[in-house]
C-alpha cells in the first residue's frame, strides 16, 4: 500500500503519491489522501477568502 505524501494531478484528475506525474502538474504535497482529494475544494475557499480580502481592502475597510 502507498503511503504519502500524497498530492491530487491536476492532468489526470486524481490522487497519486509521490511516484505520480510531474510537479508541475500537481497540488500538494498532502498528509493524507483524503486531504488531497478535497485540493480543488481548499482551492476554491482560499480564492473565495482572498478575492472578499482583496474587495475590502479596494474598499477601505
Do not use: I, S
Amino acid at each position: 500500500m502507498a503511503q504519502g505524501p500524497w498530492f491530487y494531478c491536476l492532468k489526470h484528475h486524481t490522487v497519486e503519491d509521490r511516484d505520480g506525474c510531474a510537479e508541475r502538474h500537481r497540488l500538494g504535497p498532502y498528509d493524507t489522501r483524503e486531504q488531497a482529494e478535497h485540493a480543488l475544494q481548499g482551492v476554491a475557499e482560499r480564492n473565495e477568502r482572498l478575492d472578499a480580502e482583496d474587495r475590502a481592502w479596494r474598499e477601505g475597510d
